[in-house]
């Protein structure tokens, strides 16, 4: 099958799942600047944890591009292929992680660096295996996540109290704002949680692609 689209085509195509992201991310900061309970709205760093957030919606929007995709007559050539290729890039982001381990947040030491490239090669993995969905997820990681980086500038600025200006405890880089801004918004967001988005949205299409084959197969005797 063709992987060629239009980028307009693909601009419209995540459209709504950005504006819905941003939705999301602005509920997120109202309950984080208003207190809102805590079990829907973590004000720690990092933010992990939190229902509401943009983390999960990935696992929602990568099967939604892809299904739009295939049944656009542009799915990938193997459906096995983009779990497989999912699957890798999971090892390689789970080997970054591995080896910045142990290493103090905000500072770009050799180990940090390494992570980042294995990062980025997580993401660019995914072209491999399905370039026309793989162009989709990456703009739609940079949609979700300039909003956010915006954010992050301001409650930084402001002191806002919310997990987008929380500082790690293990946090040792620079103590100005720009140097902050930078180490703890500007390469997180752009680097390791746009990889995130492409992991994540992969793999969820993966098995949603193996998942729908499976039912085809067994609804065509029928």
Known sequence: MPENTGSVRITRLIMTPIIITLVVTILRLE?????????????SAGGAGAIVGIAWLPFIFGPYFAAKLTAAGEG??????????????????????????????????GKALTAMLL??????????AWGTFAKALLMYAFGARIPVAIVMFY??????GTHYDALAPNYAGPTDLMGKYVAMALIPQFIFWISYTMVVG?????????????????????
């Open 119 to 128: 990062v980025i090669a997580a993401a660019l993995i995914q072209f491999m």
């Open 155 to 160: 409650a930084m600025a402001g002191s806002w």
């Open 31 to 43: 309950g984080e600047l208003h207190h809102w309970s805590s079990i829907f709205f973590t004000r």
């Open 76 to 109: 990938p050539s193997s459906n096995g292929k983009v779990l497989l290729y999912a699957l890798i890039a999971v090892v390689v982001t789970i080997a970054g992680g591995v080896v910045s381990a142990g290493s103090p947040e905000g500072v770009l030491t």
């Open 202 to 222: 992969a793999l969820a299409a993966g098995v949603y692609l193996l998942i729908a084959h499976r039912s085809r197969a067994v609804a065509q005797p029928a």
